[in-house]
């Protein structure tokens, strides 16, 4: 991520990765590339406005300062921890989908070694949402947690994915989505506290619950 080479682009050049981006990431949802490349042409500013709320919080700035990676190596230990916690949650979510951490694209579109950073960590920290949101990686509960992701960092892609998502959906989905699921994102990522700004792996040993009240996180609802 940082160490690889990143590529500075031109103003007009971004805006045609922006544009190829979006219509390929449309065109097949399961391109991680591209959305990753959608999300840096068109989010620099927001990853800005995120950059400098982290500086201005304690545990923003101890994470900007020792740079956590959500690597195998790094939270593997979450496999061993007692059942009840979030780093156990975690590793629940993470194994029974087969995921691993190391899949993140890595980032190629930012300026400076700062504001990468930034965007790997919202990159990384997305699994962490899931947990604690209790979201499913379905259709539906990736566009809802797309809904909390804009509201947290603005993000034009996130708005784009929210859009994209719901025009795939079926009646059926549409109906649940917006009954059930999109009101409780609105409320939910208004809700919770500046989520970039935790420094999620010093929780890991915490009970799971004790970490959503603590973080003002609401899951998601159980719909039947």
Known sequence: MIEGSRIRLKTWQQAAVAMGS??????DPRRADLIAALGETTGKPAFEKVLQRMKSCPEGRAVLLERPRVVSANVGHAWDLPENT???AY????GSRNFSPDDRPPVRFMDTDELAYVTMRAREVHDFWHTLF?????LIGETALKVIEFEQMGLPMCLLSVVGGTARFSGKQRKLFYQHYFPWAIRAGMQCTDLMCVYYERHFHEDLEDVR????????PVVP
Not at 22 to 27: K, Q
Not at 213 to 220: D, S, T
């Open 22 to 27: 979006a219509v390929g990431a449309l065109l």
């Open 86 to 88: 979030f780093g156990a």
């Open 91 to 94: 590793a629940r979510f993470m």
């Open 134 to 138: 209790d979201l499913p990686t379905n």
């Open 213 to 220: 009240r603590k973080l003002q996180i609401v899951p998601a």
